[in-house]
């Protein structure tokens, strides 16, 4: 049995090396402008030719180039000299889509958009080519629906983007402005038969983030600007693939799964925050994992489902960007929880292979809220008084990923 398995985890690394060095991401490798009386021609050398799209929007003035998600390797643009362009900014716009943006310091026409392959004689590589001019505001108000490319940005998704909606009255054409709510889903750990950690006075850990996942849903739906839902609202137990399949089903744009752990060393506390990744970044943070895996087993799930986590990985290896958004949260949440005074481990942000973590297309983060095995922070973790004090700081580490997200996108 054992044997077998290492030969199985053998064969996906080897995979895995394999794949890492063959399969280059996608990249913008360079971002050059040329010189023409009548327009202003950008071109974008590409990795490879990809679908796009490119349109322009006003207060204030872009233009906008969405591409698949793309590694950034062209270092700082250097901006052709009178030119109409004021800053070129990139970033995440949503799982798989990367968005490039040129503020501008008038309206522009778009005149054309479109790819050129490589030309290996000529030493030239794949290319995006965008010719624009400068135009009145007048005319560019009834062109501002044209959207050139085929890049298709799924606008259900896309509509979150919330662009000051104000200042787009024909939003039904121009898809990504639509005014709805982020969707978060918190996953309170454990439940049910699975008591998770018990700490000292019988605490027991599925209550206490049962209770600290409602107070920070209460606290996200007061600010107005999210929607919230909660993976077990009772003492139930959840299969650790089904708590990834709500999240996935109610389509999040985040996933925070909240648990409070236990170590042998009793004087430990402080909270700490995990994402997902293949190696642990340390032993501790890899038993914890094993530990929360275990959470299926406990419960008396039979777990020969190995093949459909190798999938797993191996989806989760082409959604880095996921990883990445997820990263970034989990370091807006611990700057949130120094900022409010609570006591977090050292190294707070660490990963590993969390089975809850998986979901390939949302950024996600595993909480431990503190420690059930120290005494002192047991029982705080078991009065509202505290809980408000986590929650209050998770929310300011929500509230601060979700103001870059909607930077990114402007
Ligand atoms: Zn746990």
Known sequence: M???????????????????TDAQAFSVDQVRFGAHSEKTRMV?????????????????????IDLPSFDWK????????????????????????????????????????????????????DRLVIDFAPTSASAFLKNKNKILGTLSVDDSKAGKVRVNPAA??????????????????????????????????????????????????????????????????????????????FARKHDADLFVSIHADSIEKSNVRGASFYTLSEKASDGQTAK???????ADL???????????????????????????QGKYFANKVVDAFRGNGIK?????????????L??????????EAGFMSNKSEAQQLNTSAYRKKLAGALRKGINAYFDQVEKNQR
């Open 74 to 125: 062209a270092g700082s643009v250097e901006r052709p000299k009178n030119s109409n362009i004021l800053a070129v900014r990139h970033g995440n716009l949503k799982p798989g889509i990367s968005r490039l943006v040129f503020d501008l310091n008038q309206p522009i026409a778009l005149q054309a958009a479109f790819l050129l392959p490589h030309q290996k004689s000529a030493g030239k590589p």
């Open 288 to 294: 914890l994992a094993a530990r929360e895996n275990r």
């Open 344 to 356: 977090v481990l050292q190294n707070a942000h660490r990963h590993a292979g969390f089975a809850v």
């Open 298 to 324: 406990i419960a008396g799930i039979d777990l020969s489902h190995e093949d459909d986590e190798v999938a797993n990985i191996l989806v989760d290896l082409a959604m880095r960007d996921t990883t990445n």
């Open 168 to 245: 787009n009255n024909n939003a039904a054409t121009t898809a990504p402005q639509r005014n709805i709510k982020p969707m978060i889903v918190i996953d309170p750990g454990h439940g049910g038969v699975d008591p998770g950690a018990v700490g000292a006075n019988k605490v027991y850990e599925k209550h206490v983030v049962l209770a600290l996942a409602k107070e920070l849903q209460k606290q996200l739906i007061s600010t107005g600007k999210y929607r919230v839902l909660l993976t077990r609202e009772k003492d139930v137990f959840i299969k650790l693939r089904n708590r990834v399949a």
């Open 2 to 20: 054992i044997s077998r398995l290492s030969i199985l985890l053998m064969t996906l690394l080897a995979f895995l090396i394999g794949l890492s």
């Open 358 to 367: 998986k979901a390939p297309d949302i950024p996600s983060i595993l909480v």
């Open 44 to 64: 974008l050398d590409l990795s490879e030719n990809k679908d796009f799209r490119v349109f322009a929007l006003d207060s204030p003035y872009r233009l906008v």
